[in-house]
């Protein structure tokens, strides 16, 4: 299916520069790629460029219908979704595993440019130090740039010390927190 394309690196360097010309957008570092590698092999692509190239939106729209949410909201945001598949897997999972609404899901996973580590993170704190539903932690992993790295202080810091898990939740948010008092500092 896929094939290989060669192209002699001077008229490659002439496309990029008519593609350019032509007042198109063309990254830097694709720009780049293509000038310096003279050839271009779309067969390494493979399973990640075939994947891609077809979203999953089905899979999307009917796993977040089926948790509960409206068919008009799935159908926006599996729209708007750069990768429909991986917003669909963190609504129907919050929803599933940690009885949070799927709407509540739904307005912090499609924020999230990490989806899947948000509702991992979720699901972690959840099952580790939870006995009943909480918004604020979904809400946290899904404000944290990275999430998976977030949900481990939480669970590592309760775990290690009496602290309680909303005060555990805080102090990994918070960006300028260095624990400076633990010696040695070197």
């Not at 002439?14 to 007042?23: E, Q, T, W």
């Not at 063309?26 to 891609?52: Q, R």
């Not at 899904?142 to 309680?164: F, H, K, M, N, Q």
Request: charged letters at 20%; hydrophobic letters at 40%; aromatic letters at 4%.
């Amino acid at each position: 299916m896929f094939t290989t394309l060669e192209l002699p690196v001077t008229r490659l360097t002439a496309s990029v520069k008519n593609h350019l010309r032509r007042g198109s957008r063309l990254s830097a570092g694709a720009a780049f790629g293509a000038v310096s590698l003279g050839t271009v092999g779309l067969s390494a692509l493979g399973a990640t460029a075939a994947a891609a190239a077809n979203p999953d939106y089905f899979g999307c729209a009917t796993g977040m219908t089926n948790s509960g949410i409206s068919e008009t909201a799935a159908i926006a945001a599996c729209a708007a979704a750069r990768y429909p598949e991986e917003l669909g897997a963190c609504v129907v999972d919050v929803n599933e595993f940690t009885g949070l609404t799927a709407d509540n899901a739904l307005l912090v996973c499609q924020r999230s440019r990490r989806p899947i580590e948000v509702a991992n993170c979720t699901i972690d704190i959840h099952t580790s130090l939870l006995d009943s539903p909480s918004t604020k932690v979904l809400e946290n992993c899904g404000r944290s740039l990275l999430p998976a790295r977030y949900g481990t202080c939480v669970i590592d810091l309760v775990d290690a010390t009496e602290v309680a898990v909303d005060e555990a939740l805080t102090q990994c948010i918070r960006t300028g927190y260095r624990p400076w008092r633990i010696q040695p500092r070197l």
